[in-house]
């Protein structure tokens, strides 16, 4: 006797016909041909199960906030964290929960099992902490959620950030964020990383930055974070997020950077439908997008993952906290349209983002935890294709959310030899 069995799923690595047992929380088979009887029996149909969808770069306390108190009217990252200050001036713990709340919610219906969120350390209240600490708290049953300490105006440009940042680790913020670019000068962005990076050593916390999100190819903040990383220790708990500059630097500077990068087992962390969004805003033509280089840093051997960072927010009006969009958008400017490229954009958004947020446990193999996806999608090429619907998400082998399938889709299986269209 099983709590759920899942009957004939296709999985992420092109195992077909396998059926998935899940008791007391865990997977407890994993096979073809399980016969056991079972609280609640679904039949996947030769459907994908994928273990959940994770978002390991987002801004929580801005999210929903659209139009409050008014809208990014250039469309660029600088007006945007002007209207963030704007915003963080008049909402309170209650409308950021509620925001908060409301976007978990649809986090956890499309798929999401796990999200990093950044949450702004600036101001004296730490408002935006106090709320995310509760959020944290709330949606524990159904979504692991960690924070990063964001110090939004600069650690060092904003006079009380440092002392807040601090205050905000001690109240149980997870992980250790900085913005070395938008410090006053490109030493103070130095320092900042290194003051930074010493705190998370302290405190043997993970550090992810908002690292030389810029046109600029001189903002080469990527580099010192790489040193610090390596010289404190660091490797593997530390993601440079955006890392946007990479995308305009000199091709002789670059060759220089990645092998460093590699030795500090930096992640990197691209936000592609904001990259593209934000980027390029002084250019006329040709147009940088801005996208970091994905395909050089993932061949060199860095862990790569995509985040989807906004959704309806001061620096972007859109998104569905759909993160089969972000690598359907990273695939695109990428250009990462072969067959594996294609395949591995979808373990970006997954896998490998569940390395970046550290997560335990993650995956579909016997023991682990029984949280995953049924979706309406024959492999993983084809999810990316259609943002497949989530027929069904489980969590802790339960069916926490589920969406009916769509009326009109068509998906053919990319595997050679095999052409039954599921409709
Ligand atoms: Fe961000």
Known sequence: ?????????????????????????????????????AGQEIDAGGLLVAPPFVDPHFHMDATLSRGTPRMNVSGTLLEGIALWGELKE???????????????????????????????????PLTGVQALLQVREQVKPYLDLQLVAFPQDGVLRD??????????LDMGVDVVGGIPHFERTMADGT???????????ERGLMVDMHCDESDDPLSRHVEMLAFETTRLGLQGRVTGSHLTSMHSMDNYYVSKLIPLMVEAGLHALPNPA???????????????????????????????????????????????????????????????????????????????????MGLEGYGLAIG???HFNLLHASDPIDAIRQRATRLKVVRAGKVIAETPAPIAALSLPNRPGSANPIV
């Open 1 to 37: 006797m099983t709590d759920l069995l899942i009957k004939n799923a296709t999985l992420p690595d092109g195992r077909t016909g396998i059926d998935i047992a899940c008791n007391k929380g865990l997977i407890t088979g994993l096979e073809p041909g399980i016969t056991t009887e």
């Open 90 to 124: 008049i909402q309170t713990i209650d409308m950021i929960i509620e925001r908060a709340l409301a976007y978990c919610d649809l986090a956890v219906a499309k798929g999401i099992g796990a999200i990093r969120t950044h949450v702004d350390t600036c101001d004296d």
């Open 159 to 168: 006079p009380t950030a440092m002392d807040n940042t601090i205050r905000a």
């Open 191 to 201: 320092a900042s990383v290194t003051a930074l990076c010493e705190i998370a050593a």
């Open 274 to 356: 904001i990259n593209i969004m934000l980027q390029g805003r002084h250019d006329t033509y040709p147009k940088r997008r801005g996208m970091t280089r994905v395909r050089e840093l993932r061949d060199a051997g860095l862990n790569v993952g995509f985040g989807s960072d906004c959704m309806m927010d001061p620096w972007y009006s859109l998104g569905q906290a759909d993160m089969l969009d972000i690598a359907w958008m990273a695939l695109h400017v990428g250009q990462l349209s072969s067959m594996d490229d294609m395949r591995w954009c979808f373990d970006a958004v997954t896998e490998n983002s569940a390395r970046i």
């Open 368 to 370: 682990k935890p029984a």
